[in-house]
């Protein structure tokens, strides 16, 4: 064998070598290219509507300022600042994400509606707006249409696109508080009403009103009310009702009324005076339980005395201011209705204990007040040092 046949034969065992080789590694390529495709075409997909029901918790926050006509910034950016804002830092999963989304507006309605293009399955919109001073409040529908690409063709398109809607209505929360004085009143004395409507939100109560009744037994004097609200009422000595109304009562705010009746002079003792004050606006009350608040008033008669009678157990004395009182001696007195009648007790080679019966002062401190609005009882207890 010569060289060059030598030469000739090894090019030949080489090429030979070669061509499987070749062969192997694109027969390798197409098979892992079939197992990316299987495992593309296999992965999992959000469907349409679920796509587009996550989107509207991401489309609830972002709102619309009550006296703006789209969405605002607080902090001096211009509409067009705040939604870039909002719509280029957008937190998905944690990570800050730099896309734009298509939003379009809807004049008629003055709402905003977004159309989002979303790329990868479980997202988790959190938007930033109220780091950057935006506004948090809309009421209104809101649509929001959402649509899913894919890396493969998709051989129907029609269902690539989902769209839902919202609607935000406001909601406020009128609480009505009411306070009555004197309590008892005499009769044929004033009585008045302290009335108080207060807004807890979040929304302003729109066209919001107060209604109650000049109560039975008395006679209308005067009412006292707000700026900001009208109200009409019976005439001076007569009966009837009284509303009171105003345009709107913004969220946190506090409307107070001061309503002022006379108790009839022929008014029996005993006689309980009952007035309830309702508020209501035309904005949905989330709390309806607490949208009304009732006084009762009892009526006592001018110079209309009532007994006190005092009893003591162990060694010791009670006396009284006003006088009247000074047990053990004497220990029962009248006083006129209303009559705020002071005891004390003193103690005599014995401890005082406490007191009992209409004098619930706690623990042993040895003066008790007692209000005569009715016959009082009172125990006084000494014990043995």
């Known amino acids: 064998m010569t060289g060059q046949q030598t030469l000739s034969q090894l090019k030949s065992e080489e090429q030979g070598t070669l061509i499987p080789l070749i062969a192997y590694a ?3 390529a197409t ?25 509207l918790f991401y489309f609830g926050d972002i709102h619309r300022m009550e006296a703006a006509d789209y969405v605002r910034a607080f902090m001096g950016l211009s509409e067009q600042a705040a939604l870039d804002q909002v719509l280029t830092q957008v937190h998905v999963n944690a990570k800050v994400v730099q896309k734009k989304y298509l939003w379009t507006r809807r004049a008629a309605t003055g709402f905003v509606a977004a159309t989002v293009v979303w790329l990868a399955v479980q997202l988790a919109f959190v938007a930033g707006d109220a780091a950057r001073g935006l506004a948090r409040k809309y009421f209104g529908t809101g649509t929001n249409t959402v649509s899913v690409q894919g890396n493969e063709a998709d051989p129907s398109t029609a269902n690539d696109t989902a769209i839902a809607s919202t609607t935000v209505n406001p909601a406020a929360d009128l609480a009505v508080t009411k306070a009555d004085s004197p309590d008892p009143v005499t009769a044929g004395q004033n009585l008045t009403y302290t009335i108080t409507v207060k807004n807890n939100g979040p929304s302003a109560a729109a066209k919001a009103a107060l209604n109650y009744a000049v109560p039975a037994d008395t006679t209308f004097q005067s009412l006292t009310a707000p700026a900001g609200w009208s109200c009409t009422t019976p005439a001076a000595g007569g009966t009837g009702a009284v509303h009171c109304g105003a345009a709107s009562l913004a969220s946190g705010a506090t409307a107070s009324f001061t309503l002022a009746v006379k108790v009839n002079t022929g008014t029996a003792a005993g006689t309980t005076i009952t007035n309830t004050a309702t508020a209501s606006s035309a904005t949905t009350d989330s709390n309806s339980a607490n949208d009304a608040a009732t006084a ?23 006396t009284s201011r006003p006088a009247g009182i000074s047990c053990p001696r004497d220990c029962s007195d009248s006083y006129a209705g209303r009559t705020s009648v002071t005891l004390s007790a003193t103690s005599s080679g014995s401890r005082f204990t406490g007191w009992g019966g209409d004098c619930q002062q706690a623990g042993t401190k040895r003066s008790c007040v007692v209000n005569m609005t009715a016959d009082r009882s009172v125990k006084a207890t000494f014990s043995k040092k």
């Open 31 to 55: 098979l892992a290219f079939s197992l990316i495709s299987a495992i593309v075409a296999l992965r999992p997909r959000l469907s349409h509507h679920e796509v587009a029901e996550r989107s």
């Open 26 to 28: 694109v027969l390798l």
């Open 296 to 318: 009762t008033t009892a009526v006592v008669k001018a110079n209309q005395l009532y007994r006190l009678g005092v009893t003591v157990t162990g060694q010791g004395s009670v």
